[in-house]
């Protein structure tokens, strides 16, 4: 017996005038050329530079910006501010990413099943969801990251598991919006089993949202590593990410003020560009930006 697919409402997400919306938003096109060249610099950067990440050169100590073959300066230990910048943004970006990823899929998973039964089990995980809000999400992350191995897997499971609620949230409601449609009982009516309805039916509705805010949480995650990085309790030197570049910088703001404002910068541009992405997706979803 062949696979039942409903005719569900048309997927606005993946035709053509969501594309010709966000191509329009202009935010969202800058957003988007400045997260594909720090992308491109990040993974391809380090390989075309004289010095490595690790490359310890104790007589050019605290070099300033544009001195020599050092274009960002170097570091109290003499390591080139470029090279540990690149290489510290793949670091932030992948745990950033996978981080979005993780999230997204428990935060979905829980929505979903949430918004679809309703009553009970409805009840149930919203308030599983409400006792992990109830926690500032900071200081949860700061408790779960004191007792693990810092190493990049471990803060982006713990980032993960501290993030996901909003996106369950929105799930749930938009599930709560659609389960009663007709393609849902029509699918009910046909004898289509609840998972499938949920996954193969209700879900593919809802990807817009969830996109969106899953760009959200890839900034989102990015700064929580940064903040723990800062605090010491994240991912741990010789191995550079923004957050710990930050923390080493913290004790030389007067005499060498280039080792904190680089890397600020850097986060700053990497989470204004996801910011300005999801910005332009979420107007690209809504089709009540849509002329008439």
Known sequence: MTETTLDTPSHRWWNSRALSRFMRHRLAIIGTAMLLLLTLACFAGPHLLAYDELFIDLRARFSPPLTGDHYLGTDPMGRDITARLLV?????????FFAMILSTLIGTVIGVVAGYYGGRVNAALMRFVDAFLAFPSIFLLLALAAFINPSPVMITVIIAVTSWME???IVEAEV??????????AGRMLGLSNTHIMFRELLPNMVGPIIVAATLTVARAILL?????????????PLPSWGNML????????SAPWLAIVPGITITIAVTSF??????LRDAFDVRSEPT
């Open 176 to 185: 709560k919006s659609l389960r009663e449609r007709d393609f849902v009982m």
């Open 225 to 237: 590593e940064a903040y723990i990085s800062f605090l010491g309790y994240g991912i741990q030197p």
């Open 167 to 169: 996106i369950a949230r």
């Open 247 to 254: 923390n080493g910088a913290q004790q030389y703001l007067d």
């Open 88 to 96: 510290a943004g793949q670091t932030s970006l992948l745990v950033g």
């Open 275 to 280: 910011n300005f992405i999801g910005d332009g």
